[in-house]
């Protein structure tokens, strides 16, 4: 239960609880006491850092692999007409059955004040899918956005690093503003607003109906990104991730956080998309010996990849044990 | 709106000068953001409130001008009834249409809906009901009405026959021409034509088509009229579309005619892409339809 509050206050832009002394386990209290009398040995974790750093793509690669599989599925689907994967992310069918996007459908649901049985069908599904595999598990794993904003970041990073450029941080508490307006505005003015400005469909319909002017607007988010703030419409904006957040809380595919190995070094905050939701791997924050990372977390797999000891990896709730 | 003027401060710390100064700094860069999104979603809903969103829909598309609003409300914007025509006739507005980014509409000039699709396709496929499910029969359609819009053009009125390629070797238009393939479009350049007097919308409309179709195979069973009516059902469009009225003087031998729309018209915009002169002498006028503006249904 503590999981859904947690998340939910994460999601919708508090910063995570800073645990009181009496929250923490008896356990954890033993791991970072044990900690705090036998510190690190720096040198042999450089090492193990050394050495990690050579292997640390598997679930990038995993990931890159199943985004550009699903893009690309639409793309060919629609241009040698076989009939697979018809539509565009907002809705789409697959082999015949219908899909929607959450987010889409919420706000045509809104504006219109109508569901067709097949919109029905199709939220149901896409609802159960997501239910299944993490709800924000969508934003790294399919959503054609997010690669392009995870190549501007490396741009951003590059440039930040030479000192060229300043990360920007805004209250992420605008995302749920963002989210309430947007509904209201659907429901007030009858129109999907928010969809003129989503990137995600904007490069969804591109990809598959070829590049348009509405191309510009994707552009200049990413130079923002680039030059300004750190992934900012992910993180500040986008309403959908929100959405599948929501979605998330009840998913039982999460990343798991085992305190016994980690060094607190930070490494995994450094790549995150969402790093408010890693911040039991601060020293003295975790309160368990496990924790789960919040449902803001798109199960991206990067700080799994980055974790020099392994200190975080994916977790199946409910099937772990038998794994 | 509130929760957002309070920077994240934990309760218990007290903030140095310089956090202060970083939270203030955050929350008028916080404003900054909320403000330039909302204006930049903002502007993309002007031209829909000005109504410079109205484009010619495929069929279904909530039925009639009125049901813009409704139609931009109700369309997910995925395209699949753009994946499934068979003439390509539907597209996807870019982003000069305001609020209706990602939204189809048809270019008849360029290619208009022939219903070479028989069945309505871009209808069944739509899931939201953004074109409307209560179409049958593309006679059931009412996308917008053809209008004489300028009769000194048209070729019919000035006494004038047609000869060669409808709109000329490079127009890349589609259109099923039964007596050549039942079944696939080809290309308008490679369908000539020699008329003694132009009667190009009225020969290619898609609701005339049909109607002569279903008068042959009336006459072919002309023995077992019941039956005759259980096939072709309502598939028969009941009214015509256009027809050819002769007027003035006979000059040479040809009977001047001019081009009238009638009561069966649905907009499917096929004789606008069709008629030869540039502009067009015919075209679709998007904010009537039969059952509006002329009060008939
Ligand atoms: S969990 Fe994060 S802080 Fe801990 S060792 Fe791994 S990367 Fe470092
Ligand atoms: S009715 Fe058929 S031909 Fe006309 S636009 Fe729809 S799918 Fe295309
Ligand atoms: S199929 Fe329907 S919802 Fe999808 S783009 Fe066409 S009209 Fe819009
Ligand atoms: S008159 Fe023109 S718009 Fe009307 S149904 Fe015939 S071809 Fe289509």
Redesign the interface.
Same mark, same amino acid.
């Given at each position: 239960m503590s999981y859904i509050i947690e998340s939910f206050r994460q999601l919708f832009g508090s910063e995570p609880r800073r645990p009181d002394k009496s929250d923490i386990s008896p356990e954890a209290k033993a791991v970072h006491l044990y900690k705090k009398q036998n510190p690190f040995d720096k040198y042999s974790f450089e090492v193990a850092r050394e050495a990690h750093t050579a292997d640390s793509k598997k679930w990038r690669n995993r990931r890159w692999a199943t985004l550009l599989v699903v893009n690309l599925l639409f793309v060919v689907s629609y241009y040698f007409d076989i009939q697979l994967l018809e539509g565009a992310l907002t809705a789409s069918r697959f082999m015949g059955f219908h899909m929607a996007d959450l987010n889409s459908a919420l706000q045509v649901t809104l504006a219109f004040k109508h569901m067709v049985l097949n919109l029905v069908i199709g939220t149901a599904t896409v609802f159960v899918l997501w239910l299944l595999l993490g709800g924000r598990t969508f934003c790294s794993w399919v959503c054609p956005y997010h690669l392009l904003s995870e190549w501007a970041e490396k741009l951003h990073l590059y440039l930040a690093g030479k000192g060229w450029v300043k990360d920007h941080s805004f209250n992420r508490k605008v995302r749920s503003l963002f989210y309430v307006i947007f509904a209201l505005l659907a429901l007030v003015t009858g129109y999907t607003v928010f969809e003129t400005i989503s990137v995600t469909g904007i490069v969804s319909r591109a990809l598959i109906y070829g590049p348009g002017m509405a191309l510009i607007w994707v552009g200049l988010v990413l130079l923002f990104e680039v030059f300004y703030s750190r992934r900012a419409w992910c993180r500040y904006v986008c309403p959908i991730g929100i959405t599948y957040g929501v979605v998330g809380t009840l998913s039982p595919v999460r990343v798991k956080f085992v305190l016994k190995d980690c060094h607190h070094e930070g490494d995994c905050r450094k790549v995150c998309l969402v790093p408010h939701v890693l911040d039991m791997t601060v020293k003295g924050k975790a309160v368990h010996t496990e924790v789960d990372v919040s449902a803001d977390c798109t199960r991206c797999g990067m700080c799994v990849d980055v974790c020099p000891t392994n200190s975080l990896r994916f977790d199946i709730k409910g099937l772990g044990k038998h794994l | &709106?509130s *929760? @957002?003027k309070k920077?994240?401060k934990?309760v218990k710390r007290r903030l140095s000068a310089k956090q202060v100064e970083q939270n203030r700094r *955050?929350?008028l860069? $916080?404003s900054a #953001?909320?403000v330039g999104? &909302?204006g930049? /979603? =903002?502007v %993309? =809903?002007l031209p829909?409130?000005q109504g410079k969103s109205l484009a010619l829909r495929p069929p279904g598309a909530l039925k009639t001008p009125l049901d813009e $609003? *409704?139609f931009? /409300? /109700?369309?997910?914007?995925? !395209? @699949?009834c753009? @994946?499934?025509c068979p003439v390509n006739a539907i597209n996807?507005a870019? #982003?000069?249409k !305001?609020?209706g980014? %990602?939204v189809p509409f048809i270019d008849a000039r360029e290619q208009a809906c022939d219903f070479s699709c028989d069945g309505l396709q871009c209808v069944l496929?739509c899931? $939201? %009901?953004a074109l409307t499910?209560d179409l049958d029969y593309p006679a059931d359609a009412r996308m917008g009405f053809a209008r004489l819009d300028n009769p000194r053009k048209c070729l019919a009125i000035q006494g004038k026959g047609f000869k060669g390629q409808a709109r000329g070797p490079d127009f890349e238009g589609i259109l099923r021409y039964d007596d050549v393939d039942r079944w696939n479009p080809i290309p308008v350049a490679d369908y000539p034509y020699d008329l003694e007097l132009c009667d190009l919308c009225m020969r290619q409309c898609p609701i005339e088509i049909r109607i002569a179709q279903c008068a042959a195979a009336a006459d072919e069973r002309e023995q077992n009229k019941d039956r005759v009516a259980q096939i072709q059902g309502n598939e028969c469009p009941p009214k015509h579309a256009i027809a050819f009225e002769a007027f003035g003087d006979e000059e040479g031998g040809v009977k001047r005619m001019k081009p009238v729309i009638l009561d069966g018209c649905v907009g499917c915009g096929v004789c606008e892409m069709i008629c030869p002169p540039e502009p067009p002498a015919i075209v679709i006028d998007i904010k009537q339809d039969v059952d509006h503006m002329r009060g008939v249904s």
């Open positions: - | &709106m *929760e @957002q920077p994240n934990p *955050e929350f860069r $916080t #953001l909320a999104v &909302m930049v /979603s =903002l %993309g =809903l829909a409130v $609003t *409704e931009l /409300s /109700s369309c997910i914007k995925c !395209g @699949q753009v @994946q499934v996807l870019d #982003l000069d !305001g609020a980014v %990602g496929a899931p $939201t %009901g499910h």
